[in-house]
Structures are given as C-alpha cells and as structure tokens.
C-alpha cells in the first residue's frame, strides 16, 4: 500500500484520526514504537476504546490502513502528523524528548513539499522553536521546501457526540501558505477546520480550552469543601445554578483531576511564562485546590467509617469502585485513585477495587463486585455499568465522591457524599 499520510503515534489521539482520515478517502500509515500495538493493528486489533476492531479490521483488509515501526514510511507521503505524548518531567517541567527524538527520525526521511503538522498539546513555540530546527537538519527549510504547521487534537475519548470527525480543528501555519496547505489536507477528514494566524495561536488556544476546565474544576472543588463545612449540598447547588440558561457553565466537583491532558498540559504554559517574567497564578491556584481533593475525599471517607459504622480507617476492609480518570473508559492515566489508594493504605485500610473496565492497576487486580464484604464502598469513577440502586442496597456504607447514587443516596441514610 502506497500511504498518502502518516500519522505518527497510534495512541488515544493518533488511531481515531487515522480512521477519520482513511475512512475519508486517504490512505494511511500509522508509525508507533510499540511493536505489539503495531502487529495488533495490522492484524485488525484496536487498542483504544473509541476506534472499533471492526473498524480497524475493515480498513486493514480494504487496504486504506497499516502500521509500522519503521519511519522510512513517512518518505514516500504527502503530510506527516505527530500524535506524541508531551508528559510532564518528575519536577513538572514539560517532557519533549519523545517529540524530539521522532522529530529527528521524521528529519532523516523528510522530502521535498511534503506537510509535517504537530498535533500534541504543548506550550507556545514548541513548533517553530523546537521541531523547525530539528526538521530542518535534513538541510530543506520551512517554509520554502516543505511546509509546517500546528494543529491541536480535541479528542474527548469516550465520546460521541463529538468526534475527531465533527470536532472543529484548528490550524496554524508558520507561514499562511503553510496554513492553507494544512487547512486543505484536514478539509479530507474533517467537517470545519478553522484558521488561525500563526503555531503559536493554536498552541495557546489548546491551552486556553485545557486550562479554563483545570480552573473551573478547581472552582467548583472549593466550593465543595465549604458546602461540606456549611452543610450544604454542593451537587444541590450545581444543578439549580445550571437552570440558569446563560452565564453559566457546568462543572462537576470530584476527587481530583485525571487523564494525560487536565492536569498536565497548564504546567506546559507555566514553565513558558517563567521565560517573560509572567507568573500563572490561576493555574498554580487550580493546580493547588485539585491537587488537595484526594486528602479531602480521605478525611470524608475516614468521617464516614466514624459516623456511620464507628470505625477508624485502620482495619476497614474498603472497596474503591472506578479507578479509571472518567466514566466508561480505561484510561487510567493520572487517575486520583491512585492517590485515594495509596493514602487509604497508608492509613491502615484494606483496599481492593472494581472497575468493569480495568483489570490490572496499581498492583491490584479488579476485584469480584461483591459490594456488601466491604465496611465502605468509594465511588471514584461512576461508570454506568454498576446499578447504583442495587449498590446502595448491598453495601453497608457508601462514599459517593460522584453523585453517582443522586437522590436515592441522599435518601438511604448510608451514602455519605462529597
Ligand atoms: N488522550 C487525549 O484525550 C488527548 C486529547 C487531546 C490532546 N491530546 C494530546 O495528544 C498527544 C498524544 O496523546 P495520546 O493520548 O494519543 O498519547 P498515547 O500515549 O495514547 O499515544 C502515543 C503513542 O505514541 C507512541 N510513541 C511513543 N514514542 C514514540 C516515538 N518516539 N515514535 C513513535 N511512536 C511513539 C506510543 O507507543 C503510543 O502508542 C499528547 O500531546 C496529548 O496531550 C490527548
């Protein structure tokens, strides 16, 4: 199969643009390190919860798909687009070394008027700073003999209603004919595709959308903590305020921030800032509140054990149900039941967990959903798959840090929620 694009990194972000792409007429070659996720995408195998085998496996026999490790793929394309992760280092500094590190291979097989867009989230400047030069090694430059731009991924995985086919996807070029090309290449795949003047627009804006979520997240977090002071149903008070028709925009309170991009990407733009003198205050302070949420849900738990079956979080057999960082999905990464699990542990609790779509997390396996053996059972992620009814009627104490039983909990006199 001759490949007219190639998408490197066949991840979260990377395998439902392939398909978008392929199923909008272009053939595609995804380039992964991974030899397992490669061999099982040749074989029809999907990895990622939002691209069906089915999908994949129609694709790979239609010829419209492949997989490889070996970027010498990327030579013979018309566009090549970076789908990487951009991880935070041990001290919270952004983590470019993958995306370097493919930006050099890309370099060793880059040709002439070929179309190189980096999608990952990062902070302003990573495109004409950080991969240009590297790209330009190849001795062509930007510009002139191949064409570069930014686009960000908007993907919402588990969702869909809104898909990497009907998400407007922005674009920004390093010059506006790079722009058109981009903007051209996604029209293929994609239903709007807007324009913006430059990378570095469009790297803004990806962080704009990310951190207005990590702030009114953490808005909504300490507005939780003193409803609990008060007395006062925070969850009561989201959903009255959400009857107002403008003005408003609904966020939940929960145990804490999860996933690759919420309570990564801000910190991109806080490194940044430090180099103009700019202090990212919000973002420090939203960082700081979310960051709290798992000790606050702790001392909920530890109230509840007390109050209810009067006991201590030491000895208590407790059952975390949802590790995944959202309902219906298995992406664990970032997740706070981590740090729920681990300072449940510290406190002396006996902790096992079940999530119908994880099997294997943090050294524990998921545990047979057997409710009414534990003195507490945590809801951290409410995937629809448990009945919350039935929960509440099998397990002898409840901490709701989702709202995942409503009214009935409130009713129940043994659901204790944030
Ligand atoms: N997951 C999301 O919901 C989401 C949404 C919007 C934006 N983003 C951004 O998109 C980017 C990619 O995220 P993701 O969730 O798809 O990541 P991911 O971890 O799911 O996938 C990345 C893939 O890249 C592969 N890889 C790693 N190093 C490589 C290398 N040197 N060469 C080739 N392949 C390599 C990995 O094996 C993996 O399959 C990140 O910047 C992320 O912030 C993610």
Aim: contains cysteine; negative net charge.
């Amino acid at each position: 199969m001759k490949a007219d694009l190639a998408i490197v990194g066949a991840g979260y972000v990377g395998m439902p643009l392939a398909q978008a792409f392929a199923e909008g007429g272009n053939k595609v070659v995804l380039v992964d390190v991974q030899r397992e996720v490669v061999d099982g995408i040749n074989r029809g195998e999907s990895h990622i919860g939002d691209v069906s085998s089915e999908a994949v496996k129609q694709l790979i026999d239609e010829h419209r798909l492949t997989a490889t490790t070996d970027y010498a793929a990327v030579a013979g394309v018309e566009a090549i687009l970076i789908a990487l992760p951009t991880p935070l280092s041990t001290q919270r500094e952004p983590d470019l070394a993958i995306l370097k590190a493919a930006a050099a291979e890309i370099a060793s097989h880059l040709r002439a008027g070929q179309l190189v867009v980096l999608e990952s989230t990062t902070y302003p400047g990573t495109t004409r700073e950080c991969i240009q030069p590297i790209l330009e090694r190849s001795g062509l430059r930007a510009g002139q003999d191949f064409h570069l731009a930014f686009s960000p991924e908007r993907v919402d995985p588990g969702r869909a209603d809104w898909t990497t086919q009907n998400t407007p996807k922005l674009v920004g070029g390093i010059t506006s004919a790079c722009t058109e090309r981009a903007t051209e290449l996604y029209r293929r795949a994609i239903a709007t595709v807007v324009p913006v003047s430059s990378p570095e627009a469009a790297e803004m804006t990806k962080l704009l959308e990310n951190i207005f979520r990590a702030v009114n997240i953490a808005l909504v977090n300490e507005l939780a903590q003193l409803c609990e002071r008060m007395d006062i149903d925070v969850w009561e008070v989201v959903e009255a305020a959400e009857t107002k028709p403008f003005g408003f925009m609904s966020f939940k309170p929960g145990p804490g921030l999860g996933g690759h991009c919420i309570p990564i990407d801000p910190f991109y733009l806080t490194w940044k800032a430090r180099e103009y003198d700019f202090y990212t205050e919000f973002i420090e302070l939203a960082g700081k509140v979310n960051a709290n949420m798992p000790y606050f849900c702790r001392s909920l738990i530890s109230q509840a054990l007390n109050h209810y079956a009067q006991k201590s979080l030491s000895g208590s057999r407790i059952l975390v149900l949802g590790v995944s960082y959202k309902a219906d999905i298995d992406d664990v990464r970032e997740t706070p039941a981590e740090k729920i699990i681990s300072l449940l542990q510290r406190a002396g609790s006996d902790v096992s967990y079940h999530d119908p779509h994880v099997e294997e997390f943090d050294g524990l396996r998921s545990s047979p959903y057997s409710p009414e053996m534990y003195d507490c059972v945590v809801i951290v992620t409410a995937h629809t798959a448990i009945d919350y009814d039935e929960l509440i009627e099998r397990a002898q104490l409840v901490v709701d840090l989702r709202n995942a039983t409503g009214g009935n909990g409130a009713r129940s006199g043994k659901v204790w929620k944030l």
